[in-house]
Every structure is written in structure tokens, then in C-alpha cells.
């Protein structure tokens, strides 16, 4: 065991003790004397407290029933089992609430959870349908039809009104309609048009560039520049979206697994590094990234392990299928 291993261990037990009811003093000063002998204890210790709260409010909400028929001397042992999960999510760093709830969702005027597709009329005829995890902000007043989007994708059908310009915006750019029918994705520091239908003007959140897309082109877009990306088939991209499907063409394997990270409840941990020379061309399922893995694990020397419903594991195997 290292040093670094020993302060969660110290800190998971000092965590445990606390769960189980008031210290006694000499446990009080016990305690005073590890959190002050090292920066790190502190840390480590509101880390993983914070880490087992939000597994046991996520169990309770899930199960109160069954959480008030406890048995008192089964406590240990489930408070150990929260406790093991805690100390792995905080030592990996997972603190984003681990149902799928976000914070900011609380501003958004739409937004969707892991695996959830939601499509809407607006209220000028429009039809627009979130990808799962995703959300927009609608801006519809003083003559103007905006959506904002925050995360994710949004597939828009733009209804005709010569007056008022339909437009989708990121902060890296900005989508103007000048037809009917696209897609905008939003990834780190980049957003992506994918043309089914028509026409969209692309410019760059500083104004300097720009650019036209047409019907089964693909546009990028920064802060400060376009470009144009691969042209797709519509045909393909309207099917995988109806059936809630990724389709990938030689893809290297962990941006599959971001995406199909994004559509889960819980963590999916896996080194870049050790699997960036395997692409995946493939259809997998978006609503089920469960049998999508193991689609996956079939064909590429890959070994999914999956500890709770909270946290998986991919990891390369020594033997090429």
C-alpha cells in the first residue's frame, strides 16, 4: 500500500466510525490529531464523505421502504459496502451526482436525462427532438426563434417564417436556417452541424468565419473558425436517430465509449491511452449501453467489468479476437 492509498484507507475508516454514531473523546482527539498531521487528511476526508452521501441519498430515494426495514445488525456491513463504492468514485474523482441529475438543469428550459430522447412541437410549428443528456435554453420573443444549446444534440424540423430567422447557437458558434432540417452537436470547445435537409449558415462565435452547408454536409465550428467535416447520408443519420443508435465508421474506441458514457446513469472508466489504437465501425444501441459494451467486448480485446450499477470498468485484454 502507498501513502497516497493509506490516507483513503485512514480517511474511510475515520468516515466509517462517524457513520455509527458520536466519537468518543479520546476517538475526538484521535481525530484532530490524523486531520492536522497532513494537508492531504482533510481533503480526503470531505471527499469521500461527500461521495457516500450522495450513494446513500441515492439509494433512499430509491428504495425507502426497503431502507426502513433495515436490520440493525446488517448496518456494518452495508455502511463497509457504500463506504467501498465511496472511496473508489472519490479516488477517481466522480462527483457529479451519480443518478444523472445536473444542477444546471435546473435552468434549462428542456433538458434530457442519460438514455432519454424527447421530441416537442414549439410554438411556431416547429419540431425539435433532444438526444439523451442534453439541454437548450428556447429564446422565442421580440422577433426572433433562438434555441441555446448547452450540452448534447438537438435534432431540428424548422417551420417556415420568412420574418423571423431560425437560429441555433453554442458558444463556440451559430446555426441559421435557411431550410428545413439538421443536427447540432455539441463537444469540448467544438460544435458540429450534420445537414439532413436544405441549407444552414455556420459562423463562428467572433463573426470572422463562415460558411453554407448543404443537404448531407457537416460543418465545425470554434470560437474563431469553421470547417467542413466528411459529407454523411441523411438517410443513415434520420435511421440512427429513430432508433436511438450510435453508427460509427473507424472510430478509435474511447471516443465510442465518451458517447456511450454520456448515455449512462453512473461512471464508465477506462484508460485512453491503452485502447487509442482500436476504431470501431459498428451500430450500437444509445438506450442500452449495456448490451452496446458488450457488443463491443465481442469483437475488440476489451474486458468489461462492472462493479455496481454505478461504476464499470473497460479494460484491454492481452488476447487480439
Sequence with gaps: MNSE????????EWVLRMSEGPLTAQERQ??????QRDSRHQATFERISSVVAQLHSLRTQRAPARAALQMPGKRRIRSRHLLGI??????????????????DDLFADLHTSPGEWQSQTLEDGSRITLFGNSAIDLQFEGGQRRIQLRRGQ??????HDTSRPFVVSTAEGS???????????RGEGQSELSMLQSTVAVRS??????????????????????GRLPDIDPAS???????????????????????LGRQRQG????DASQLADLNVSAVLPLDDTDRALQLLAQALPIRVQQYTGWWTRIERTTTEK
Design 267 to 270: 461512471h464508465l472508466q477506462f
Design 237 to 259: 443519420l434520420e435511421q440512427a436517430w429513430q432508433r436511438h443508435q450510435l453508427v460509427v465508421e473507424g472510430m478509435p474506441l474511447p471516443q465510442v465509449l465518451q458517447a
Design 30 to 35: 484521535a481525530f484532530e490529531h490524523w486531520r
Design 205 to 226: 462565435a467572433d463573426r470572422s468565419q463562415a460558411l453554407e452547408v448543404h443537404g448531407g454536409g457537416r460543418a465545425w465550428v470554434r470560437e474563431d473558425a469553421v
Design 5 to 12: 492509498d493509506s490516507v483513503e484507507a485512514q480517511a474511510a
Design 154 to 159: 438537438v435534432l431540428v424540423d424548422v417551420a
Design 175 to 185: 446555426f441559421t436556417a435557411l431550410g428545413t432540417r439538421f443536427v447540432v452537436s
Design 86 to 103: 465511496g472511496v473508489l468514485l472519490a479516488s477517481l474523482g466522480v462527483v457529479q451526482s451519480l443518478s444523472g441529475f445536473r444542477a
